[in-house]
């Protein structure tokens, strides 16, 4: 920890760091509904949509965010500082002054909420729930166990949500409910990691983790994996969802998605990466390699269908 006084105009480094671009990937769930409905030939979307629209979107998320992670950590300010990884941040090292993060969270969030309205009033209204979500867990339901971690998934929710209205598209309920099992899985892995982390270090933790047990969390682990690779099955062999794509066979996707799942139950529990899901989607090659063939057979799918 630093305890010298923080500079006035923080290293543009530290800047970047404290917004944490590596959690941007989340936001690329706004642009699940372009993806998807690019193939229902009633949605009526072409290629350009997706860079005029949906990126637009996407980016307007990672200004929100990152805005809300500013203001996050100036809150956890001394918790952090006592983190044995958290520590290292740039406001909990004192690199950046909490003024300054203030100052700079305020400007992100005024411009990130005008260019939401520009782009979409209705998105704007889905961003600004966004944001109301995301202060309430900073500023309180983060430290109660379970409603934690729902507010997580309910944040990737409204992400698709919004990709869809910002497009004016139809989102199918099932792939919502498999987006939050999705992220309430991941949540939840993260939640062991960090109790993991707290009791071999005796480090302070978070209210929330000292209310979670780790036996209970293996638990609900192991139900949202499996709840998660079901309602996506569903989802693939649904009578809709075949009207709606006009083809049967996205059922052939299931296997990516099982492997996805056991991959990072394996990456967890034998390797303890389950603390920062946003890096491991990024660097484990065979998490990678599946995503990539998941991507491939369903634009292939799609191409060939009828």
């Known amino acids: ?145 379970l409603l934690d971690v729902f507010v997580i998934a309910t944040g990737f929710v409204l992400r698709a949500i919004a990709g869809a209205i910002v497009l004016t598209v139809d989102i199918s309920p099932w792939l919502l409910l498999c987006t939050f099992l999705l992220a309430l899985f991941l949540a939840l892995c993260k939640r062991r990691h960090e109790k993991l982390l707290v009791e071999e270090s005796g480090a302070a933790s978070r209210p929330s983790l000292e209310q979670y047990d780790a036996r209970l969390l293996d638990l609900l682990i192991a139900i949202t994996a499996g709840a998660t690779i079901v309602s996506y099955a569903i989802y693939t062999m649904n009578e809709s969802t075949v009207e709606k794509f006009g083809t049967a066979y996205l059922g052939f996707t299931i296997p990516f998605v099982i492997f996805g799942v056991f991959r990072y139950l394996d990456l967890a529990y034998r390797h303890e990466r389950g603390e920062r899901p946003e890096l491991v989607l990024l660097s484990d090659l065979p998490l990678l390699a599946d995503l990539a063939l998941y991507g491939a057979t369903l634009i292939l799918i799609f191409l060939c269908k009828g």
Do not use: E
């Not at 949605?43 to 500013?70: H, K, N, W």
């Not at 044995?84 to 690199?95: D, E, F, N, S, V």
């Not at 990130?112 to 209204?125: K, N």
């Open 1 to 145: 920890m630093n305890s010298g006084t923080p500079p006035a105009i923080p290293a543009l480094r530290d800047i970047f760091i404290a917004l944490r671009p590596s959690q941007w990937t989340k936001n690329a769930v706004v642009l699940a509904a372009f993806f998807f409905a690019f193939w229902d030939p009633r949605q009526g979307l072409t290629l350009i949509d997706g860079p005029t629209r949906a990126l637009p979107a996407a980016l307007l998320f990672c200004l929100i965010s990152s805005a809300v992670y500013l203001l996050n950590d100036v809150r956890d300010l001394r918790a952090d500082q006592t983190h044995p990884r958290k520590r290292h941040r740039p406001i909990a090292a004192g690199r950046i002054a909490p003024a300054f993060a203030i100052g700079l969270a305020a400007l992100l969030l005024i411009v990130g909420l005008a260019a939401s309205w520009v782009l979409s009033p209705p998105f704007a209204g889905v961003v600004a729930v966004y944001l109301a979500i995301q202060l309430l867990y900073s500023f309180g339901l983060k430290r109660v166990a």
